[in-house]
């Protein structure tokens, strides 16, 4: 049998050899289709590549009879319909390490050009200046770079730096202090990094948590004369807040490849002389360009010569019967899962996933990537998803458990999900209710009922009278409506807990008022 496979976007021919030299597979590199033709075309194959340029909309996948997998030569997958993709049992694949290298180079390129002032003194000797004076720069020997984002390119990054003599201090929501040892790296939080800090880089993926991450408080902390790269993404400095900065000489310098909204030829820190900047080209290389598309060729012709992909960025295919049994238990996994990651502030360092009562003998994969999708969901946001979920969580050294049981304690069904930390471990558990839905049962040692959904507050308190009225007052006195209200206790007048259901997110001032509070001693606000 012979597989075709459609080309839609400009690829080299070095980065599809994959595909031309295996057996059985027909390549037709086609670009420039219009939508309504790639409709018409793609009925007549079985693997698409794409780029960013074409737009795989749920019409096209919907034509795709034959069409078994979807690549994407690149990290993003925005331009394709994933959803629509898993319904019609399309696997996707992109490349997701294929562009470290060229995105750490050009940030090392950046700050280095940014030390020196190389553009600034090219632009002057292109208007037939010879100025030396004006462009004096900065050794980067023995300099402090703080690294925010210790993912692969974060971690290319603080390697080169290393050995041009910097010293490091890096924060990642997934670094401890024995995995920064390890790396030859100083460990800190995100106040400690841009407080020691000669040079910043930023290497976040932008989330709720991450934008404006860097904004005017953020500046105010940090070192006078700090230089400041970003080649992550747009949106993760306020760059209203980073022109003032620079202005007002706080800021020494910034080099920019990404902007909140690109193109920005006519953003206002490109009229800045200390500003440094490049139109997104963290992976604009040829050699980047060439390995991205060899890592989803692979993919296809592993598919289609009925191996394993490797990057898969949708949910894999399961049998319609194990489906029916584990579907309704996906939302409580993930809800489970997010329930944690909000309660700690620390790094997990162990998963442990415990099922029990009608789950006992049911093929629990599924639910585990769920459950870890919602763990780590906080920090990834979109780029984590139920097939790359323990991937990622095993790369930031992660362990990850499964266990069984057919004992409930009272349950048809239980799921217990703990995560262990430096200084301990927390758990929480729930289940399904017949005709109620997702509960959440357990937290810590305390027995609760509450739906696993929408605004909560999270507090740990004292048991003592009136502690209750005193929270119902002030969030009164904040305008936020309390919807439900769970109490648990170890003991009379011992450690106890509030969980509350809100109509709204609580603030800092908001928590702030609440912490302030006799007998209060954590407030956490989640958004479930």
Same mark, same amino acid.
């Given at each position: 049998?012979?597989?075709?496979v459609l080309?839609?976007?400009?690829?080299?021919?070095?980065?599809?050899f994959p595909?031309?030299e295996?057996e059985?597979?027909?390549?037709d590199m086609?670009?420039d289709?219009?939508?309504e033709?790639l409709?018409?075309?793609?009925k007549?194959?079985?693997?698409?590549?794409?780029r960013?340029q074409?737009k795989?909309t749920?019409?096209?996948?919907?034509?795709?009879?034959k069409l078994?997998i979807?690549?994407?030569?690149g990290v993003?997958?925005d331009n394709?319909?994933?959803?629509a993709?898993?319904?019609h049992?399309v /696997?996707v694949v992109?490349?997701?390490?294929g562009?470290t290298n060229?995105?750490?180079?050009?940030?090392?390129?950046?700050l280095?050009s940014l030390?020196r002032?190389?553009?600034q003194a090219y632009?002057?000797l292109m208007?037939k200046?010879?100025?030396?004076?004006?462009?004096?720069?900065?050794e980067?020997k023995?300099?402090t770079?703080?690294?925010?984002?210790m993912g692969?390119?974060g971690?290319?990054?603080a390697?080169?730096?290393?050995?041009?003599?910097?010293?490091?201090?890096?924060y990642d929501?997934f670094?401890t202090?024995?995995?920064?040892?390890?790396?030859?790296?100083?460990y800190g939080?995100?106040?400690?990094v841009?407080?020691a800090?000669d040079f910043?880089?930023?290497? *976040?993926?932008?989330?709720e948590?991450t934008?404006h991450?860097?904004d005017?408080?953020?500046?105010?902390?940090m070192?006078?004369?700090v230089?400041?790269?970003n080649?992550?993404r747009?949106?993760?400095i306020?760059?209203?807040a980073?022109?003032d900065?620079i202005v007002?000489?706080k =800021?020494?310098?910034?080099?920019l490849?990404?902007?909140?909204?690109?193109?920005? *030829?006519d953003?206002?820190?490109?009229?800045l002389?200390?500003?440094?900047?490049? $139109?997104?080209?963290?992976?604009s290389?040829?050699?980047?360009q #060439?390995?991205?598309a060899?890592?989803?060729?692979?993919?296809?012709?592993?598919l289609l010569t009925?191996g394993?992909?490797?990057n898969? !960025?949708n949910?894999?295919s =399961?049998?319609?019967?194990?489906m029916?049994? /584990?579907e309704?238990?996906?939302y409580l996994?993930?809800?489970?899962?997010?329930f944690?990651?909000?309660?700690?502030?620390?790094?997990i360092?162990e998963?442990?996933i415990?099922y029990a009562?009608?789950?006992?003998?049911?093929e629990v994969t599924?639910?585990t990537r769920? *459950?870890i999708?919602g763990?780590?969901?906080?920090?990834?946001g979109?780029?984590?998803n139920?097939v790359n979920? +323990?991937y990622?969580? #095993?790369?930031?050294?992660?362990?990850?458990? #499964?266990q069984?049981?057919?004992?409930t304690k009272?349950?048809?069904?239980?799921? *217990?999900?703990e995560v262990k930390t430096?200084?301990?471990?927390?758990?929480v558990?729930?289940t399904?209710l017949?005709?109620l839905?997702?509960?959440i049962?357990?937290v810590e040692?305390?027995?609760?009922?509450?739906?696993?959904?929408?605004?909560l507050?999270?507090?740990?308190?004292?048991?003592?009278p009136g502690a209750?009225?005193k929270?119902?007052s002030i969030?009164?006195e904040?305008? &936020?409506?309390i +919807?439900?209200?769970?109490v648990g206790?170890?003991? !009379?007048g011992g #450690?106890? /807990?509030?969980?509350?259901?809100v109509?709204?997110?609580l603030?800092e001032?908001?928590?702030k008022a609440l912490?302030?509070? $006799?007998d &209060?001693?954590k407030?956490?606000a989640?958004n479930?």
């Amino acid at each position: 049998m012979t597989f075709r496979v459609l080309i839609s976007d400009p690829l080299s021919e070095d980065g599809i050899f994959p595909l031309r030299e295996a057996e059985k597979i027909e390549v037709d590199m086609i670009t420039d289709l219009t939508p309504e033709q790639l409709v018409e075309k793609i009925k007549d194959y079985d693997a698409l590549l794409v780029r960013s340029q074409t737009k795989v909309t749920r019409e096209i996948i919907a034509q795709g009879e034959k069409l078994k997998i979807i690549g994407r030569a690149g990290v993003g997958v925005d331009n394709i319909d994933l959803e629509a993709a898993t319904e019609h049992g399309v /696997i996707v694949v992109n490349a997701p390490d294929g562009n470290t290298n060229s995105a750490a180079e050009h940030s090392m390129a950046m700050l280095m050009s940014l030390a020196r002032k190389i553009p600034q003194a090219y632009n002057a000797l292109m208007q037939k200046k010879w100025d030396r004076k004006s462009y004096v720069g900065v050794e980067v020997k023995g300099k402090t770079l703080g690294v925010i984002g210790m993912g692969r390119i974060g971690r290319e990054v603080a390697m080169r730096a290393k050995g041009q003599r910097m010293k490091i201090i890096a924060y990642d929501p997934f670094l401890t202090e024995d995995k920064a040892e390890q790396l030859g790296v100083a460990y800190g939080s995100v106040e400690d990094v841009i407080k020691a800090a000669d040079f910043i880089t930023m290497h *976040t993926p932008l989330l709720e948590e991450t934008k404006h991450l860097i904004d005017a408080k953020a500046f105010e902390k940090m070192k006078d004369g700090v230089q400041i790269v970003n080649c992550a993404r747009g949106g993760i400095i306020d760059e209203d807040a980073l022109y003032d900065a620079i202005v007002s000489g706080k =800021v020494a310098g910034a080099a920019l490849d990404v902007f909140e909204e690109e193109p920005a *030829t006519d953003h206002k820190l490109l009229e800045l002389p200390q500003v440094i900047a490049t $139109p997104h080209l963290g992976a604009s290389t040829v050699e980047a360009q #060439e390995s991205v598309a060899i890592d989803v060729s692979h993919d296809v012709v592993r598919l289609l010569t009925g191996g394993l992909v490797r990057n898969p !960025v949708n949910l894999p295919s =399961v049998s319609k019967d194990l489906m029916l049994k /584990i579907e309704p238990y996906f939302y409580l996994a993930e809800k489970l899962g997010l329930f944690l990651t909000h309660s700690t502030e620390e790094v997990i360092e162990e998963i442990t996933i415990y099922y029990a009562g009608e789950l006992y003998e049911v093929e629990v994969t599924p639910l585990t990537r769920n *459950t870890i999708k919602g763990l780590l969901k906080r920090h990834f946001g979109d780029h984590i998803n139920d097939v790359n979920a +323990a991937y990622l969580a #095993e790369q930031r050294g992660i362990v990850i458990n #499964e266990q069984k049981t057919s004992t409930t304690k009272g349950f048809t069904n239980l799921i *217990t999900v703990e995560v262990k930390t430096k200084s301990g471990t927390k758990t929480v558990a729930g289940t399904l209710l017949n005709g109620l839905g997702a509960r959440i049962v357990k937290v810590e040692e305390y027995s609760v009922d509450v739906v696993p959904e929408g605004h909560l507050v999270f507090i740990h308190h004292k048991d003592q009278p009136g502690a209750i009225g005193k929270v119902g007052s002030i969030l009164a006195e904040h305008d &936020i409506n309390i +919807a439900t209200m769970q109490v648990g206790r170890a003991g !009379v007048g011992g #450690e106890a /807990i509030m969980l509350l259901t809100v109509d709204k997110l609580l603030d800092e001032a908001d928590i702030k008022a609440l912490t302030e509070l $006799p007998d &209060i001693n954590k407030v956490t606000a989640m958004n479930l």
